[in-house]
């Protein structure tokens, strides 16, 4: 019988810290919806990975290209398309190269096949940029307290990092976080998608005001590319439940007990299958 070990942060040595010292919404996200024993492997234990998924690191070298998207629309450039795609052609090429942690895919995505379709998915957003906002040049990494309903912060902070800040041309500073998917979203995810309420309260220390508004720009990895923005707003009472939900995750992961979730959606491209696979011995 294996018994849980109560975790203790400060014994945990790393050079990130992420999911340790701090809070970071991926980790919340792991623990809380993807797998706790991934959690644990990731960021406890810090187990090598073993692989990587194919949707993850496209979605990071899309990330990537419209970065530097917004390079030139902030320095009066009009956007390279041509450049973007190069950024993302070579942080696919980098991913797919690295032998010790193969991409995995549940649909057979090679490198061309990605490629080709992140040209398509650039060359579709540059040419439906919104008109009326321009994106600003600030830090977008931040490390914010996690205040409960008294004002006090909770032991580990929130780090994260904006993925667009954009002034409108009413004035108005918003955030905007990129997604890819291959489906558009549902009300009732898009109601209840936690991200969304930490980046606005985390906004009001980047920004040093309340956001004008939320927004996801999400590009659909569809034969046609589309792209979906979808504004998002959170109350008051919503900010505190998930206040609330990060204070009793940080008592869940202190009582060391880490479940597998044997039917998570991540399971096929889990990074750690084979320590899972072996968890019970």
């Given at each position: 019988?294996?018994?849980?070990?109560?975790?203790?942060?400060?014994?945990?040595?790393?050079?990130?810290?992420?999911?340790?010292?701090?809070?970071?919404?991926?980790?919340?996200?792991?623990?809380?919806?993807?797998?706790?024993?991934?959690?644990?492997?990731?960021?406890?234990?810090?187990?090598?990975?073993?692989?990587?998924?194919?949707?993850?690191?496209?979605?990071?070298?899309?990330?990537?290209?419209?970065?530097?998207?917004?390079?030139?629309?902030?320095k009066g450039r009009p956007?390279?398309?041509?450049?973007?795609?190069?950024?993302?052609?070579?942080?696919?090429?980098?991913?797919?190269?690295?032998?010790?942690?193969?991409?995995?895919?549940?649909?057979?995505?090679?490198?061309?096949?990605?490629?080709?379709?992140?040209?398509?998915?650039?060359?579709?957003?540059?040419?439906?940029?919104?008109?009326?906002?321009?994106?600003?040049?600030?830090?977008?990494?931040?490390?914010?307290?996690?205040?409960?309903?008294?004002?006090?912060?909770?032991?580990?902070?929130?780090?994260?990092?904006?993925?667009?800040?954009?002034?409108?041309?009413?004035?108005?500073?918003?955030?905007?976080?990129?997604?890819?998917?291959?489906?558009?979203?549902?009300?009732?995810?898009?109601?209840?998608?936690?991200?969304?309420?930490?980046?606005?309260l985390a906004g009001e220390?980047?920004?040093?005001?309340?956001?004008?508004?939320?927004?996801?720009?999400?590009?659909?990895?569809?034969?046609?590319?589309?792209?979906?923005?979808?504004?998002?707003?959170?109350?008051?009472?919503?900010?505190?439940?998930?206040?609330?939900?990060?204070?009793?995750?940080?008592?869940?992961?202190?009582?060391?007990a880490f479940l597998p979730?044997?039917?998570?959606?991540?399971?096929?491209?889990?990074?750690?299958?084979?320590?899972?696979?072996?968890?019970?011995?």
């Open positions: 019988m294996i018994a849980a070990a109560k975790v203790d942060f400060r014994s945990v040595v790393n050079e990130l810290g992420e999911g340790v010292y701090h809070h970071s919404f991926s980790a919340i996200s792991t623990f809380a919806e993807v797998c706790q024993l991934q959690y644990r492997f990731k960021y406890i234990d810090r187990l090598p990975q073993e692989r990587v998924g194919a949707p993850l690191v496209f979605g990071s070298a899309v990330n990537a290209a419209l970065v530097s998207i917004d390079e030139d629309l902030a956007p390279r398309a041509d450049a973007a795609f190069e950024v993302l052609r070579s942080y696919l090429e980098k991913a797919f190269g690295n032998r010790a942690i193969p991409v995995v895919s549940t649909n057979g995505d090679t490198l061309e096949d990605l490629s080709a379709k992140g040209r398509k998915m650039i060359d579709f957003y540059v040419e439906n940029l919104p008109t009326d906002e321009v994106p600003l040049e600030i830090p977008r990494r931040f490390t914010v307290p996690i205040l409960d309903k008294n004002g006090e912060a909770l032991p580990r902070p929130l780090v994260g990092e904006l993925d667009r800040v954009v002034k409108t041309e009413d004035g108005r500073i918003g955030i905007v976080d990129w997604k890819t998917s291959s489906a558009r979203w549902s009300g009732d995810r898009i109601a209840k998608d936690d991200q969304a309420t930490a980046y606005l220390f980047v920004l040093e005001q309340k956001p004008a508004f939320f927004r996801y720009d999400l590009l659909l990895k569809t034969v046609k590319p589309a792209i979906e923005r979808y504004y998002v707003e959170r109350t008051e009472r919503e900010m505190r439940r998930f206040v609330k939900k990060v204070s009793e995750l940080d008592r869940a992961i202190q009582s060391g979730n044997d039917r998570s959606f991540a399971c096929p491209t889990c990074p750690f299958r084979n320590s899972c696979e072996k968890w019970q011995d």
